[in-house]
């Protein structure tokens, strides 16, 4: 594709991350089309023209593809056949394939011990004699997860392995007789991840790890470089390098880990899209994730994933404002020096939802982490 011609990228989703994709895409050129299900939450309001019809309505599947040269999702939780449909008439990337592995546990991990990648061990049930079953044969604490559409702890339940028969079947009916998969549980060590830009011409980069910090199953804070020996970064970067070859991926791919105790490094899962723990690059490294997925799926070479600072990404949720409407005074973040606040244009906060997120950077992790710090004590928030 050629810059500063009338090419259009189309996005499957209306949420934030498809907000930062058209923020970045648009100043390099691109007209972005946002498709958003029919769920616009005001995070989609920067994309140049939006489509807010549900996912099945063959009109909306007309106008998105007779518009676009090459479409990307910005969330997972996508109908399949709907993928298939856009993929039959213009250029998708990651592929149907890629995408609806990573939107089912039980396909993921299957992918993942299948080819030979590490995860925590686990097992399938579909029924409670199945459940039973194995409980049983993993015999520890559990973490039990619906098979599809979960995300930020939705859907999964903790389960030690001492549970009474009724208590076990009592926690089988609170998943309503659905597919589940059931992981032991992994005492923690530290939580990482790794972002991996793949091209349509099977350019591939990695941006540095990066050290997760998680509350209630949220993504609080992310910190690189991050406080994990470099040898274990190493070994997740080329965990996450040879994941996005074996998909033959193309975008951006995020690949979340757990380091035990006894220091194994496990996958735990993968996101087919710009993530998280990736937002950080907007401010700290030469070229953001948004910028590369636009890169990958147009045929562009990748730009540098450099890190230019030490940095740490603060999420903010709805907890923060004062009701619904009403957001927190922003003076804390705006008055720190090295400090950035991006807020998604939502128009609703609840407790959990992600409104927004800060970044903090200075010359060393220490004085970084200090602002950060400084910031959550006036919010009231745990210190990093």
């Not at 449909?85 to 149907?96: A, G, I, M, N, Y």
């Not at 890629?98 to 030979?116: D, M, P, W, Y």
């Not at 690059?281 to 070229?287: D, E, R």
């Not at 407790?351 to 959550?376: P, Y």
Request: hydrophobic share 40%.
């Amino acid at each position: 594709m050629i810059l500063g011609g009338n090419n259009w990228l189309g996005v499957l989703g209306g949420g934030q991350l498809g907000r930062m994709l058209s923020l970045d895409a648009r100043r390099m050129g691109f007209n972005v089309l946002t498709w958003t299900g029919g769920d616009r939450s005001g995070a989609a309001a920067t994309a140049d023209q939006i489509i807010d019809a549900p996912f099945d309505d063959p009109n909306a599947l007309d106008e998105f593809t007779k518009k676009v040269q090459v479409a990307t999702v910005e969330f997972e939780n996508l109908p399949q056949t709907t993928l298939e449909k856009v993929e039959d008439r213009v250029k998708l990337f990651p592929s149907p394939q890629a995408v609806t592995i990573c939107q089912h546990r039980e396909r993921e991990k299957n992918f993942l011990s299948e080819n030979g990648f590490a995860c925590a061990k686990f097992k399938v049930a579909h029924d409670l004699i199945t459940f039973k079953q194995a409980l049983q044969e993993l015999h520890c604490d559990v973490i039990v997860k619906t098979a599809e559409f979960g995300y930020d702890g939705k859907g999964q339940v903790r389960l030690n392995k001492s549970l009474s028969e009724q208590e076990i079947t009592q926690a089988w009916e609170a998943f309503d007789g659905g597919r589940v998969v059931i992981e032991e549980c992994i005492s923690l060590q530290a939580e990482l991840s790794v972002i991996v830009a793949r091209s349509s011409k099977c350019e591939i980069l990695t941006y540095d790890p990066v050290e997760n910090i998680h509350r209630n199953h949220i993504l609080d804070v992310s910190i690189v470089p991050a406080r994990i020996p470099e040898s274990i970064q190493a070994e997740a970067k080329d965990i996450a390098l040879s994941i996005a070859d074996t998909l033959q991926y193309v975008g951006i791919l995020a690949v979340e880990f757990f380091l035990s105790a006894d220091g194994r490094l496990v996958v735990n899962e993968m996101a087919p899209r710009p993530h998280n723990s990736g937002h950080h690059t907007l401010n700290a490294c030469t070229c953001s994730q948004f910028e590369n997925q636009a890169r990958a799926i147009a045929g562009l070479p990748l730009g540098s994933t450099k890190l230019l600072s030490p940095v740490v990404m603060m999420n903010l949720l709805g907890d923060l404002w004062i009701d619904e409407n009403t957001p927190p005074n922003w003076d804390p973040i705006t008055s720190s020096q090295g400090a950035s606040l991006h807020l998604y244009g939502k128009r609703e906060a609840r407790a959990g939802r992600k409104m927004g997120h800060a970044t903090f950077m200075d010359n060393s992790l220490e004085k970084t982490i200090e602002q950060v710090n400084v910031v959550r004590e006036i919010f009231k928030l745990p210190t990093v």
